[in-house]
C-alpha cells in the first residue's frame, strides 16, 4: 500500500508565496506522473500542475508564471513552490499520483489528504 502525504499548507497574505510537499511512503517500485490538484469551499476539483518522473511539467492556466512543480525521485517527494499568491488560491490543494507501480503490471492511483492553503486580501 501507499500514502502521500502533503504539508505546507498555511495562510498567507495576497503575493506571499509558499512551498507545498507531498512525500511517498509504503511498498512500491516506482511513482509516474505526479500532480497537485485543489478545490475550494462548494467548487469542483482542479487541476493545478503535473510533472512526469523525467521532469516534463503541465500547469493550469491560472497558475502559470507563478506556481513551479518539482520533484525529487530519490526522496518520492513532489513539490509545488507557490509565489504570487491571490486570494483566489485559496483550497484545499491535493497530491495525486496516478501511476504508482506496486508490482508487475499493477498500478495504483493514489490521493493525499489534502492541505488547506487560505491567501488573505
Known amino acids: 500500500q501507499v500514502q502521500l502525504v502533503e504539508s505546507g499548507g498555511d495562510l498567507v497574505q495576497a503575493g506571499g508565496s509558499l512551498r507545498l510537499s507531498c512525500a511517498a511512503s509504503?511498498?512500491?517500485?516506482?511513482?509516474?506522473?505526479m500532480g497537485w490538484y485543489r478545490q475550494a469551499p462548494g467548487k469542483q476539483r482542479e487541476f493545478v500542475a503535473t510533472?512526469?518522473?523525467?521532469?516534463?511539467?503541465n500547469y493550469a492556466d491560472s497558475v502559470k508564471g507563478r506556481f513551479t512543480i518539482s520533484r525529487d525521485n530519490a526522496r518520492n517527494t513532489v513539490y509545488l513552490q507557490m509565489n504570487s499568491l491571490k486570494p483566489e488560491d485559496t483550497a484545499v490543494y491535493y497530491c495525486?499520483?496516478?501511476?504508482?507501480?506496486?508490482?508487475?503490471?499493477?498500478?495504483?492511483?493514489?490521493w493525499g489528504q489534502g492541505t488547506l492553503v487560505t491567501v488573505s486580501s
Open positions: 495525486n499520483a496516478p501511476g504508482v507501480r506496486v508490482g508487475w503490471a499493477r498500478y495504483l492511483e493514489v
Open positions: 510533472i512526469t518522473s523525467g521532469g516534463t511539467t
Open positions: 509504503g511498498s512500491f517500485a516506482s511513482i509516474g506522473v
